[in-house]
């Protein structure tokens, strides 16, 4: 592939001035490959920080408003919706999932109301801002069960689309489930509304800040390994890819991010389909906390997402989305 050798050939010569450089840049981020997440709490004018992610606050659905103004503004495509569930709404059973004035259903009619089609929705289906357990299904001997969880999964995810939501997002990785919910969705005639599949979502040490932030990690006594997948494999994550395709996904989420770029690359290279990467929460205060502390510069942040862009990821994740977007749109 490479003709000539040095001294004639030098591959720094391209790389000497900023024209050039922009000239034979290979890949790009724009406010358009970003998704906001924003996280819901009870209450009237609440913006509450969130203690673990250094910046990132919880917000009451009044506050959302001017948040989605700027989202909009900034020409962020879509919204990732997650709820800190009061505690004494959380039962074995996840009962408030069902509950059409749950916090993320309302955020959901208001945001639709104001903001039309002139942004996504996205929204969680799983169990685990809801369970006392904080798991992301039921639980019958310290078990996660498949098939009686994917029922109520079905409910949630055709409740959240009837309240107005546009991408449906399973992340509780229960076997079977995107299946079951594109035919309940197509049978109650929510045939537009799309499925995007956590379809490679790892048991992570990298979630900490996140279940923190929705209040499931005091409740948390165990791991999440015998339903998220093991860190060590890349084999099983085609495998899940290629059966939520199947099941009837749009597009499918690899997650946690950058420790993962290997699986995003694989999966983009097996499936023609749109592949998401999630920066999560404790790759963001990683980050964000360098910076504060001085340890890395800002240009980090566009430098970690730059590499999602470079692994072949369609979009990201990124609780970083909005100062980003920002910063791009006077590129
Ligand atoms: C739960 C869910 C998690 C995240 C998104 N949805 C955590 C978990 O599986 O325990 C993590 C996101 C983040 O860390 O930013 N279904």
């Keep these: 592939m490479i003709t000539g050798k040095y001294p004639s050939l030098r591959l720094r010569r391209t790389r000497k001035y900023d024209w050039s450089r922009r000239l034979v840049q290979e890949n790009n981020l724009s406010s358009s490959d970003l998704i906001y997440p924003i996280f819901l709490m009870d209450g009237k004018n609440k913006k509450q920080p969130v203690r673990s992610m250094p910046g990132i606050y919880k917000y009451s659905i009044d506050q959302l408003g001017s948040i989605l103004n700027n989202v909009v503004k900034h020409k962020i495509p879509m919204v990732a919706l997650f709820p800190s569930t009061p505690i004494n709404k959380k039962d074995k059973l996840g009962t408030e999932a069902l509950n059409e004035n749950n916090l993320v259903c309302r955020a959901i009619r208001f945001i639709k109301k104001r903001f039309k089609n002139n942004i996504g929705i996205m929204s969680d289906v799983a169990l685990d801002p809801y369970t006392a357990h904080g798991h992301d299904g039921l639980l019958k001997n310290s078990y996660v069960i498949n098939d009686e969880t994917v029922k109520i999964l079905t409910k949630q995810a055709l409740i959240q689309a009837q309240m ?22 197509d049978k109650n005639r929510y045939h537009d509304v799309q499925i995007l599949s956590y379809a490679v979502k790892f048991a992570s040490n990298f979630y900490g800040p996140f279940r923190d932030a929705v209040g499931s990690k ?26 939520d395709i199947k099941e009837g996904a749009d597009m499918v989420m690899v997650k946690p991010g950058l420790p993962y770029l290997d699986v995003i690359q694989k999966v983009k290279e097996n499936f023609k389909i749109p592949v998401l990467a999630y920066q999560v929460s404790g790759e963001y205060s990683l980050i964000k906390n360098g910076i504060e502390k001085n340890l890395i510069n800002k240009n980090s942040i566009i430098e970690s997402l730059m590499c999602f862009k470079r692994a072949g990821a369609t979009a990201i994740v990124s609780y970083f989305a909005l100062d980003i977007a920002k910063k791009l749109s006077f590129n």
Excluded: W
């Excluded at 948390?220 to 899940?240: G, H, P, T, V, W």
């Design 218 to 243: 005091k409740s948390l006594k165990s791991d999440k390994k015998n339903y998220q997948m093991d860190f060590s494999n890349i084999n099983e994550a085609i495998r899940e890819v290629a059966l």
């Design 164 to 185: 107005g939501c546009d991408v449906i997002a399973p992340s509780d990785m229960m076997d079977g489930r995107v299946g079951k919910i594109r035919k309940y969705l």
